[in-house]
C-alpha cells in the first residue's frame, strides 16, 4: 500500500527509456479542476512519440508521465467546480500533453470543462480508449465538414485508431460510408458498416468511378496523410468537396483540390490541452458521443491483450511495433 499523499506512476526520464514505476506525490486539484481516480489509460502513437523525444508539437518535456486519455471516478473537486459529484463516473483526453502529468498513474488533475460522464454501456477499459481518437473523428467531421445524411463519406485508413471511429460516426449521421485499408482489415471495416476500399489493387481513379460515377466524395477524411492526403485532393466532389485531415503536416499541392474547387479543412486536437482554449468544447464532444455509444451507433475496437501500469511495456512495444489489433489500454 502506498501512503495517503502518495500515488503510483509510471516515469520516463529521458527519450527512449523505460516506463519506470515509481511513487510520487498524488496531485491536489486547483480552482476549476478536479482529482480523477484513474481507472484506465489509452495509449495513443503520440504517447510513443513523445517518449522517443519527436513530439515537439506536443510540449511534454521528459522526464514525463505519459497518458492522454483516461477513465476512472471524481475523487476530489477543486474550487468553483460546478456540476460534478465525487464518484462521477468520467473519461476525457486530459493529460499528458503541454507539461502536464499524463494517465499512466492512480490519479490525474483534470480540467474539469473537459471532463464527460463516462457512457453507462461501456467498460472502465473500453472508455478510455475512446477520447483522442473520438474527439479527432467528430471535428474533423461534424464541426469542420458537417457530415449529414446522404452524403457519401471516404474514410482513409478505416480499420484505424480516428478511422474507425470515424466510420461509426459518418453512418450515425445518416452518410454512406467507404473506408480504404489493406486486404486483412477488410472484415474489421465491412464491420462497421462500410463499403471496403482495398487502396493497394484500386487507383483513386478506380474508386472514385466505381463508387461516385467520378463526381468525387463529399467528404474526404485522411487519416494516414503523406501520400494518402494528395489522394485524398484528387478523390473530392466537384464544388461541394471538403477534404479533412489530422495529419496534414507535410508539403502538399492544392492544385488538384483547387481546380475542382473543392475546400480542405485541418484537425489539431491538442489545442485545448496547449492553449488552454476550447476545452469545454471537447467535453461537449464526448457528451454528445457517450449519446451515440448508448444508443448503440458507437463501439471501440480493442485489442484483446489486457495491460496493468507492471505491464505497460509490453503494450507500447506492441504499438511501437505496429502489432496491435485495436486500441490498447492500460489498467490502473
Known amino acids: 500500500m502506498t501512503d495517503s499523499l502518495q500515488m503510483r506512476a509510471l516515469i520516463v526520464d529521458v527519450a527512449n527509456g523505460p516506463l519506470r514505476l515509481v511513487s510520487i506525490p498524488r496531485p491536489v486539484p486547483g480552482p476549476g479542476q478536479v482529482l480523477v481516480r484513474i481507472k484506465a489509460s489509452g ?126 460516426i459518418a453512418r450515425a449521421f445518416g452518410a454512406e460510408v467507404f473506408a480504404t485499408g489493406s486486404a486483412g482489415q477488410q472484415a474489421i471495416i465491412e464491420s462497421f458498416g462500410a463499403t471496403f476500399i482495398d487502396y493497394r489493387k484500386s487507383s483513386v481513379e478506380d474508386y472514385v468511378a466505381e463508387h461516385t460515377g467520378g463526381e468525387g466524395f463529399d467528404i474526404v477524411y485522411d487519416t494516414v496523410g503523406g501520400e494518402t492526403l494528395d489522394a485524398s485532393f484528387k478523390a473530392a466532389r466537384v464544388y461541394e468537396g471538403h477534404v479533412v485531415s489530422c495529419l496534414g503536416w507535410g508539403q502538399h499541392s492544392l492544385a488538384p483540390l483547387s481546380f475542382r474547387a473543392a475546400t480542405y479543412s485541418g484537425v489539431f486536437t491538442l489545442l485545448p490541452l496547449l492553449t488552454g482554449k476550447g476545452g469545454e468544447h471537447h467535453g461537449q464532444i464526448l457528451r454528445d458521443a457517450a449519446k451515440l455509444i448508448e444508443a448503440g451507433k458507437l463501439k471501440p475496437l480493442l485489442d484483446p491483450r489486457q495491460f496493468t501500469l507492471q505491464t505497460a511495456e509490453a503494450a507500447h512495444e506492441l504499438l511501437a511495433g505496429g502489432a496491435a489489433q485495436g486500441r490498447l489500454v492500460i489498467e490502473i
Open 43 to 168: 495509449v495513443n502513437p503520440l504517447d510513443g512519440k513523445i517518449r522517443s523525444g519527436q513530439a515537439a508539437h506536443a510540449r511534454q518535456p521528459l522526464p514525463a508521465v505519459l497518458g492522454m486519455d483516461l477513465a476512472g471516478t471524481i475523487d476530489t473537486l477543486g474550487e468553483g467546480v460546478s456540476g460534478w459529484l465525487p464518484g462521477d463516473e468520467v473519461y476525457a483526453m486530459a493529460t499528458g500533453i503541454g507539461g502536464a502529468q499524463g494517465s499512466l498513474a492512480q490519479f490525474a488533475v483534470v480540467d474539469a470543462r473537459l471532463l464527460a460522464h463516462k457512457p453507462g454501456n461501456l467498460s472502465m477499459r473500453e472508455t478510455a480508449g475512446l477520447p483522442l481518437v473520438l474527439i479527432t473523428a467528430w471535428e474533423g467531421l461534424v464541426d469542420r465538414a458537417r457530415v449529414r445524411a446522404g452524403q457519401k463519406v471516404l474514410i482513409h485508413g478505416g480499420a484505424g485508431g480516428v478511422g474507425h471511429v470515424a466510420v461509426q
